[in-house]
């Protein structure tokens, strides 16, 4: 047994995080019991040294109650100082090793300023990506060069149709790597001058969005080069490449640019209802903290199951309040049909981001005719 | 419509996946038919070019045969070439957005000789670790610094209890980060130092392993500190940091230790039997693509909820054969009791690292006596 242990300078500051926990109530309020040591000190209760350690580095529960049928909500509190100002850190308290123990979904972070205050957030978010873009009074229309397999020159060809016909931002597909069918440099290279080509033309300022995801080695030297090439953004997929590698990518005054981010890898997530991290927080809150601008996720009603009341929380977690860190843009994708546009604005107003794919495509060989009617559609909603 | 494609230099060559598909036959037929489009051009069958994108670049169905009660296994190929040579994109390509729909578990990954050649996989795995250690004839025994709160002064002392008594690793509690309390750079030297002294004193080569996990541009960083420092390998947690990060340190000849591999944020991925990736795959095959030389993972029968069959199939996904892939170590921890080893050897055999951590401190308070009590059990077994 260690004896009684004193830290210097704790500051008493907390932050806390909302955990749903199934089970009846004494099976849940041991697990709150559980998350409080296990996400700190991994050491049985009566083990842990007293004083500072089972005062303030234990977590706290805060607050108990019945949320649900076998549901009940632990507000649990943990000491700033615990993360260490470092967001992997802050991931890890929170869901690290109770990822692991069943029962357990992260529903809401609640940060205090002391906390917020060592990130950047997005350099752009929802107002700085309409400047860049000079659309203010409507949704974004986004669509993707797809698919895997074309080469560099026919995706150019695609990029210069879509931006001719008013598409806001042209993201690669995010399965678009370094392949030999189709090398990153020369594949950004082609469709930043193709869309430049294009903008030129209209006198739009249409972005186009490369993929950077890819070998640890590689991610800043591609951001970098998208940058010098003269493309508008990065397109990353945090959970392939790691989330706080987004939050470097953001935070770099080199780079400078809007990052999009994409949901590749994080199904297992949010697939459970009783495990996991919620929509809300994964793709909001902790999409913010990393810096993306803009986050994309798959709308209700397309080819994926997440439902319209699980993309609402997602804006919801793109926007409520986090201090100063900024407002980003929800980007749902599929089932972007006219007849659903009513119930889709409904949902996310007019702060988002419309992702469109196959439905481009779908309407003729004329991409930049297929583009300006998605477009004409957006402008009268 | 894109007319009919044609690819320069495709080699024919395939690596497969086996996934596990929840629903009747129909559906799981359809959904892997929908794997092979959505993992790959993620473009309706209609509208995806003929020639070598629909022929090649689509996932093609090898097999798909019943599996259990609702449950078929479907194996799907795909060409090399759509993984760029690149860990990041074989993870997309494998489970990228289909980790987003419900019902789909990647069960085992099946790589040929012409993709495994693009990654070195661990720099030491059993033997290197063994020789490392001078350890050869009994599963080597792994204890953790803790709790968090602790100085590095406080850390030391422990790292020396435990050297002394015959611990052959010591690794950071996952949650030692950077924090003020227990500041990185100190915590390595005193505890490198600490177990220098002890190695001096017994003649053994008991390793130190300190927590690199940390900011992205920390990362490496620290490791290189860590070497520096004297310390004898990296405690890493890759879904935290990236996965390739990890690949990217076991890569690095500057670097050139041993890495521990942590399942911190691990668990949604296997949290569902129906959805999410195999403990074989994610713990086994993946962690060696990614170069770690040893996996923690928690013990059955401790306090997380794996099974005895599901620690079992992480220590296959260890040792299966993976061409020049080097087998690695299963780093079980928790539920280490005296009467509970033989069941553990029946499942580990003698290739794993025996993870202890409250066990050694409930003891008492010689935690060098604590260590030579379990170091000798294990040498009895």
Do not use: W
Request: hydrophobic content about 40%.
């Amino acid at each position: 047994m260690i004896g009684s242990v004193y830290i210097e300078n704790l500051s008493g500051v907390r932050y806390s995080v909302s955990y749903l926990i199934s089970g009846d109530e004494g099976t849940a309020l041991s697990k709150s019991r559980d998350i409080c040591y296990e996400q700190t000190v991994e050491f049985p209760e009566d083990l842990t040294p007293d004083g500072d350690i089972k005062e303030h580095i234990v977590g706290r529960i805060e607050d108990f109650a019945k949320a649900g049928e076998k549901t009940y909500r632990a507000v649990i509190s943990f000491a700033v100082e615990t993360t260490g100002n470092d967001l992997v850190q802050l991931l890890n308290v929170v869901f690290g090793n109770i990822s692991i123990k069943p029962g357990i979904k992260v529903e809401r972070l609640l940060l205090p300023e002391e906390l917020l205050s060592v990130f950047n957030g997005p350099r752009f978010g929802i107002d700085g990506l309409r400047k860049r873009l000079k659309v203010f009074d409507r949704p974004l229309i986004c669509t993707a060069l797809k698919p895997m397999g074309l080469s560099p020159a026919q995706l150019a060809d695609q990029a210069y149709a879509f931006a001719s016909g008013g598409i806001d931002m042209i993201k690669d597909d995010h399965g678009l790597a370094d392949q030999k069918f189709c090398p990153f440099e020369e594949r950004v290279k082609r469709c930043a001058e193709a869309v430049k080509k294009a903008n030129e033309e209209t006198g739009k300022s249409c972005m186009y969005i490369p993929n950077i995801t890819g070998p640890a080695h590689r991610v800043m030297e591609r951001s970098l080069k998208v940058k010098e090439l003269g493309a508008g953004a990065l397109l990353a997929c945090p959970l392939l490449i790691g989330i706080d590698t987004v939050r470097l990518l953001a935070d770099s005054d080199d780079i400078g640019l809007p990052i999009m981010v994409h949901p590749s890898f994080s199904g297992s997530f949010v697939i459970s209802s009783m495990s996991g991290i919620s929509h809300f927080v994964l793709y909001g809150q902790i999409m913010r903290l990393a810096g993306a601008d803009a986050t994309v996720f798959p709308n209700y009603g397309g080819r994926f199951s997440f439902s319209r009341e699980e993309c609402s929380e997602i804006a919801s977690g793109c926007s409520i309040d986090m201090g100063h860190i900024a407002a980003i843009f929800p980007s749902p994708g599929g089932g972007m049909t006219e007849d659903r546009m009513k119930d889709i604005f409904q949902v996310y107003g007019k702060e988002f981001i419309v992702l469109i794919g196959g439905g481009l495509h779908r309407r003729g060989e004329d991409l930049a005719e297929s583009s300006r009617y998605f477009a004409r559609m957006m402008e009268s909603m």
